[in-house]
């Protein structure tokens, strides 16, 4: 017999405060980066504010045809992409509750939001060779909204999971979530080494 699908959930406050918060720090980074990239469009000379050294340099990453995959500044794809996200946030602090396929379509759309980030993480260290402090905001609330998501996706049995998992997502959440921003983090360290170190 065909288990029935689980009922319709909201989230708790904190979960629902994490999601408007992540939302607004990428709304936030995506906005900076849209008006610097206005800047430069009207004056190729335009310093961007972040542009500190040669590795952390705004202006070598908004430059580069990798901050235009879709044809369009990714920033502008943020702005959509983070706002929805502040909506989805609201919506449950208001006492909102969704079903099954609207929380998968979201953890879907999470899923593509921390992939996109990390090619673009892997383009920024090894073929652009510079960080964009907004982008690694992006980068944070990207990798933590993504990993609330699917532990509540699974927790609320919208995904499928081992009884381990869906107790392991209960109880240590923050986990994933801190060993995915470890590794960026290891990898911008060791990336520029010689640079930090001198």
């Known amino acids: 017999m065909r288990e029935p699908y689980p009922a319709p ?23 900076v980066i849209t008006l610097d990239k206005f800047k430069l469009l009207e004056d190729p000379g335009f310093t961007p504010g972040c542009s500190l050294n040669p590795v952390v340099s705004c202006g070598s990453v908004m430059t580069s045809h990798q901050a235009s995959v879709f044809g369009f ?23 909102a509750v969704f079903p099954r396929w609207y ?9 593509f939001g921390v992939v996109f980030v990390s090619w673009l993480q892997f383009q920024s260290l090894y073929r652009i060779n510079a960080l964009c402090l907004w982008c690694c905001l992006a980068w944070v609330a990207t990798i933590l909204m993504f990993w609330y998501v699917v532990s509540f996706a699974v927790r609320h049995a ?3 999971a081992p009884a381990w998992a869906r107790t392991f997502l209960t109880e240590f959440t923050w986990v ?6 470890g590794v960026i983090g290891m990898l ?4 520029w080494w010689d640079f930090w170190t001198s």
């Open 73 to 95: 500044p990714n920033p502008m794809l943020g702005l959509v992409a983070y706002g929805i996200v502040v909506c989805v946030g609201m919506s449950l602090l208001a006492g």
């Open 158 to 160: 919208f995904l499928p």
């Open 9 to 31: 959930a909201g989230g708790g406050r904190g979960y629902a405060l994490l999601l408007v918060l992540t939302g607004a720090a990428g709304l936030l980074a995506a906005w």
């Open 188 to 191: 911008i360290l060791t990336r």
């Open 103 to 111: 929380w998968l379509t979201f953890a879907a759309g999470c899923l």
């Open 176 to 181: 994933p979530p801190l060993l995915h921003i």
